[in-house]
């Protein structure tokens, strides 16, 4: 058989042991009960509220679903706006649409690419219900100016944390920051359950609404209130969840390693600007992100993509396009009103990241960067 060629890939999940996951899985052998709110849910669910130090945790699905979800769940009027990032997964977008609310672009701050705080307030509007700012590449909003704005204003903040588990900010949790943080445990992320997520929060009538929304708006056998869909977390994925919590401090441990080495070998290059770890951020090193500056380094972000991959090192344009670039979304709105995102998803790209990524490849990837060739 020929063999698949052997590029690098951006991520590579992490897994526990089979042995344990084995161990993990045999009780649901035993219970026959794979969905709905089983022991492993309830596990899993108990112990992420000890991880993230919260109250309430709500699983699901997939990040995208706890997002939609606990969009759906506040109950805005249709047709209201929500001030958010283009500079993200396109699934925060989706997320407002999808509940038929219009997402209002603000741009973002070129030094950590999360949401401009000082541009929100002009973009209030007396339709605006929320401002969905996002976590991005684990670095943390300022999340005390959007808090003062939302009070001033009157207004929801819910977080996308997809990229920002495990992190905490000047001690606190990052889910503990606005009305509602919602996590991705996608096999990509840092913490997977192979596919899931969760939403954090602290109102206990929001919980309830959530609760039943994930299981199609069924309050009790004889009631359904709400208009909700199928989102529940299934046993295997919380086991799986379970098995890699418990490993998730030795991952991180072992991604920082991968950043370290990264830093060492790239930080001098003109034209090549890192990601810096924040100050008082307890960082989950989950991604590796370049902004290349094609006038000072001699070649596009497009190029150096291509340069990479010739030498089998994959890597990604991650974010682009943005959301208000997209085909779907590109007739109503122009990405020339959020020129830093704009300019700055031309630019990007993420280097491999993950936990077992060997230094020598990272030495080479950083060769290719530095010489240009090979
Ligand atoms: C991964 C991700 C999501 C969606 O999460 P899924 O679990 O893949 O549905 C949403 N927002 C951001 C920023 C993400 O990175």
């Not at 992190?167 to 992320?189: L, M, P, R, W």
């Not at 989950?284 to 190029?303: H, L, Q």
């Not at 030495?363 to 090979?374: L, P």
Request: proline fraction near 3%.
């Amino acid at each position: 058989m020929i063999s698949k060629v052997d590029k690098i890939l951006v991520t590579r999940s992490s897994m526990p042991p089979m042995e344990e996951y084995f161990d993990e899985i045999k009780s649901i052998w035993e219970s026959h009960w794979l969905t709905n709110m089983g022991i492993k849910h309830v596990e899993l669910q108990n112990e992420l509220k000890r991880k993230f130090d919260v109250d309430n945790v709500e699983l699901f699905t997939n990040g995208h679903m706890a997002l939609e979800m606990t969009i759906q769940a506040f109950g805005f009027e249709e047709g209201s706006e929500v001030i958010t990032t283009p500079y993200t997964f396109i699934s925060t977008t989706h997320a407002i649409v999808r509940n038929g609310l219009k997402p209002v672009f603000c741009d973002i701050n070129p030094e950590n690419y999360t949401i401009d705080v000082d541009k929100i307030e002009d973009l209030i509007t007396d339709k605006t219900v929320a401002i969905l700012p996002v976590h991005v590449y684990g670095n943390i909003c300022d999340v005390e100016r959007i808090q003062q704005i939302a009070d001033k204003h009157g207004l929801k903040v819910i977080y996308d944390a997809a990229h920002s588990f495990g992190e905490k900010y000047n001690g606190k949790s990052v889910a503990q920051f606005g009305d509602v943080s919602c996590f991705s445990f996608h096999a990509t992320k840092v913490f997977n359950t192979i596919e899931g997520g969760a939403a954090c929060y602290s109102d206990r009538a929001l919980g309830t609404r959530l609760y039943q929304l994930k299981n199609f708006g069924i309050a009790d056998e004889e009631t359904i209130n709400g208009i909700g869909a199928n989102a529940k977390m299934n046993e295997f994925c919380a086991a799986m969840g379970i098995c890699n919590l418990r490993h998730f401090d030795e991952e991180i441990a072992k991604r920082k390693a991968v950043y370290s080495r990264y830093l060492e070998n790239l930080e001098d290059i003109p034209g090549i600007k890192l990601n810096r770890i924040q100050r008082d951020v307890k960082y989950n090193y989950a991604y590796f992100p370049i902004v290349v500056d094609p006038s000072v380094y001699g070649k596009t972000r497009d190029e150096l993509h291509d340069l990479l991959l010739n030498n089998g090192m994959g890597s990604r344009k991650y974010f682009y396009p943005i959301s208000n670039a997209c085909d779907c979304y590109s007739k109503e709105y122009d990405a020339e009103d959020t020129p830093i995102a704009l300019s700055i998803s031309h630019n990007v790209l993420t280097l491999p990241m993950y936990s077992d990524l060997e230094l020598e490849i990272v030495d080479k990837i950083c060769n290719i960067i530095r010489t240009k060739c090979f």
